[in-house]
């Protein structure tokens, strides 16, 4: 499943507070010195402040002190631009677009996971919006029936978006919702079944085994699904959103990353983190408040708008 190619003025204007902010104080720390050790310190301090991670910022240096011993990089701007390489090529090929059911069949079904105030909801209306642009009929269940409110929330975006919701009673059992929105999906010919799911911790177990729940009732109605389980993570949280990128990915069966809210951080670093702490995918970012506020993640342009002057 394509959607769309990402538009670096986009990415660029949703990663403001990363550029001014982690770019921008690398160009001021850098800018007109001449490399040294001390100097090389105190970039590895900026870079972990920046929540590019542990061992991401490591290797990182790691590659600047070689080629610094070796006189390859001797200024201070010599470093930005080996930064930018690197960073490029942290990324092997792969494919980030959206699984979807085998063989041209209906529906594909995407589960999405996280943690309440991840923005979960707002990037179930984000991907809808996406996915009806390119044409595709789609369909919402609203699994998250302990969270009050959460019900209501994703309808108000189904309103506005023209799709229907697939709901239960309040407090009831999740997983006779998704088994509903299952054959709701398969009845109707739908291309897309979006699955919303209570937020919880991989601490939770009962919720946890309650998610596990949900996976096998929607395998029974449509075998091989779900398709994509994606995990929305708040950019904004910095670290929490990596560990739990690392304990999702253990207990969720998750296959890729929707980090959301990256407008509203200077810690846009958080994606090389999350790249280095996990071999999951990250497909989509959250540039904005808008259901059209989203792009798929490709690191070419991502650096390319971080570095951007």
Avoid at 294 to 303: G, M, N, Q, V
């Amino acid at each position: 499943m394509g959607l769309f190619k990402a538009a670096l003025s986009k990415v660029k204007k949703g990663l403001d507070r990363t550029r001014e902010s982690f770019v921008g104080g690398l160009r001021s720390m850098l800018m007109g010195r001449k490399l040294d050790e001390q100097l090389i310190k105190e970039l590895e301090a900026r870079l972990i402040q920046s929540d590019v991670g542990v061992r991401a910022t490591r290797r990182l240096i790691e590659g600047v002190r070689e080629d610094f011993k070796d006189g390859k990089l001797t200024k201070g701007e010599d470093v930005l631009d080996y930064l930018k390489r690197e960073l490029k090529a942290m990324w092997p090929e792969e494919d980030r677009r959206l699984n979807e059911a085998p063989g041209g069949t209906k529906p594909t079904v995407i589960l999405v996971t996280g943690v309440n105030g991840a923005g979960k909801t707002t990037s179930i209306a984000k991907l809808c919006m996406a996915l009806r642009a390119e044409g595709k009929s789609v369909l919402l269940g609203a699994c998250d029936t302990f969270r009050a409110g959460a019900v209501r929330q994703l309808e108000i975006w189904a309103e506005r978006l023209g799709v229907e919701v697939v709901k239960g009673q309040q407090g009831g059992d999740p997983a006779a919702v998704a088994f509903d929105a299952a054959a709701a999906a398969r009845a109707r010919g739908v291309d897309v079944l979006i699955v919303d799911t209570a937020g919880r911790l991989h601490t939770q177990d009962p919720l946890m085994r309650q998610l596990e729940k949900i996976r096998k009732v929607i395998d029974k109605q449509i075998e091989g699904a779900p398709h994509e389980v994606l995990l929305v993570l708040d950019a904004t949280s910095g670290q929490n959103a990596m560990r739990q990128a690392e304990e999702f990915s253990k207990a969720a069966g998750v296959t890729g990353i929707f980090l959301s809210k990256l407008d509203g951080t200077a810690k846009g670093g958080i994606v090389i983190a999350i790249k280095d702490a996990t071999d999951i995918p990250v497909k989509f970012i959250g540039v904005g408040e808008t259901p059209e506020d989203i792009e798929p993640f490709d690191p070419e342009t991502f650096i390319e708008a971080m570095f951007a002057v």
